[in-house]
């Protein structure tokens, strides 16, 4: 898997990351703070801005997930002789040293209140880190919470500026279909795709998608790979089997597959959701029509 870098402002991207994370902990009844060093508003650094962003909402997603009502969250983003560094602490459940050996392994998931997808995130969130040429170290204290310390390299763009973002087609009459079943997920792809004016429909789940009386009034599948019951793959496999001759994108929240999905689907979009991605697969792969 090769980085693709590009300038950019990390913070305008840190605060983009937080605004969403926000949101999230809001609902959870979760004080979220954060501290972004002001030496970021100036300068731009070349960076890969999708892995950046995965490694990021992973990190504190497990911390807002793993933290108590009423309690915090607490993150900081700071330059330090030429790395970035990015601090999560929480005031969660803890991790017991014993966990601690099996954190980054992707099939399991450690401490005393399990909930689904945490060891897949930290499982990419590491790889990720280690692909940029980063570390990644955590401590945790059971009862009192987890601190997660990232460092990364960066390199300082000299006289740069951001690509200029790419403007979505006319989709008024394009209808597409979402397959997703994370509730913050799911708002998210509302909010983006409301933006962009297509007409849109969400389904917790693929059977719920084959329950419609007709699917050709779709003009597109986006298929969450990690879905409960039948998963994302199935659900290819069945729309194959149904003659749907529209396009269909995977979503997957595992970076590494994606070079083996891109063989399987039309195109493929990694999470969290973002608008430029969802831009550029519907650019690609819809044709807008005008109506008779």
Same mark, same amino acid.
Not at 65 to 71: L, V
Not at 123 to 135: A, H, N, R, T, W
Not at 250 to 261: G, R
């Given at each position: 898997?090769e980085?693709?870098?590009?300038p950019?402002?990390?913070?305008k991207?840190f605060?983009?990351?937080m605004?969403?994370?926000?949101?999230?902990?809001?609902q959870?009844?979760?004080?979220?703070n954060?501290?972004i060093?002001s030496?970021?508003?100036?300068?731009f650094?070349d +960076?890969? @801005?999708?892995k950046l962003?995965?490694?990021?909402?992973?990190?504190i997603?497990?911390?807002?997930?793993?933290?108590p009502q009423?309690k915090?969250?607490? +993150?900081r983003?700071?330059?330090?002789?030429? @790395?970035?560094?990015i601090?999560?602490?929480?005031?969660?459940?803890?991790?017991?040293?014993t966990d601690?050996a099996?954190?980054?392994?992707?099939f399991k998931? +450690?401490?005393?209140?399990?909930k689904?997808?945490?060891?897949?995130g930290?499982c990419?969130?590491?790889?990720?880190?280690?692909l940029?040429k980063? @570390?990644?170290?955590?401590?945790?204290?059971?009862g @009192?919470?987890?601190?997660?310390?990232?460092?990364?390299?960066v390199?300082?763009?000299?006289?740069?500026?951001?690509?200029?973002?790419v403007?979505?087609?006319?989709?008024?009459?394009i209808h597409?279909?979402?397959?997703?079943d994370?509730?913050l997920?799911q708002?998210?792809?509302?909010?983006?795709?409301?933006?962009?004016g297509?007409?849109?429909t969400?389904?917790?789940?693929?059977?719920a998608?084959?329950?419609m009386?007709?699917?050709?009034t779709?003009d597109?599948?986006?298929?969450?790979?990690?879905?409960?019951g039948?998963?994302?793959?199935?659900?290819?496999e069945?729309l194959?089997?149904?003659?749907?001759k529209?396009?269909?994108?995977?979503?997957?929240?595992?970076?590494?597959?994606e070079?083996?999905?891109?063989t399987?689907?039309?195109?493929v979009?990694?999470?969290?959701?973002?608008?430029?991605?969802?831009?550029?697969?519907l650019n690609q792969?819809?044709t807008p029509?005008?109506?008779?």
């Amino acid at each position: 898997m090769e980085l693709k870098q590009q300038p950019i402002s990390l913070d305008k991207l840190f605060q983009s990351i937080m605004s969403m994370m926000g949101n999230r902990a809001q609902q959870e009844d979760i004080e979220l703070n954060y501290d972004i060093d002001s030496t970021f508003a100036t300068r731009f650094f070349d +960076v890969d @801005k999708t892995k950046l962003t995965q490694i990021i909402v992973n990190i504190i997603g497990n911390a807002v997930k793993f933290t108590p009502q009423g309690k915090q969250v607490n +993150v900081r983003f700071y330059l330090n002789r030429d @790395k970035l560094h990015i601090e999560v602490a929480d005031q969660g459940i803890g991790i017991s040293k014993t966990d601690q050996a099996l954190l980054f392994d992707k099939f399991k998931q +450690v401490g005393m209140q399990r909930k689904e997808g945490t060891g897949l995130g930290l499982c990419i969130s590491k790889g990720l880190v280690e692909l940029m040429k980063g @570390k990644i170290q955590l401590s945790s204290t059971l009862g @009192k919470g987890t601190l997660v310390s990232i460092s990364l390299p960066v390199d300082e763009c000299q006289k740069c500026t951001e690509i200029a973002p790419v403007e979505a087609k006319n989709l008024e009459n394009i209808h597409i279909c979402v397959v997703e079943d994370n509730p913050l997920n799911q708002m998210l792809i509302r909010a983006m795709l409301q933006q962009l004016g297509g007409q849109y429909t969400i389904f917790e789940t693929a059977e719920a998608l084959f329950e419609m009386s007709s699917l050709n009034t779709f003009d597109i599948f986006l298929l969450d790979i990690n879905l409960p019951g039948m998963s994302g793959l199935q659900a290819l496999e069945k729309l194959k089997t149904l003659q749907c001759k529209q396009p269909k994108v995977a979503v997957t929240a595992d970076i590494f597959q994606e070079k083996e999905l891109r063989t399987l689907f039309d195109s493929v979009i990694t999470k969290p959701y973002k608008k430029s991605d969802l831009i550029d697969v519907l650019n690609q792969l819809v044709t807008p029509t005008i109506p008779a």
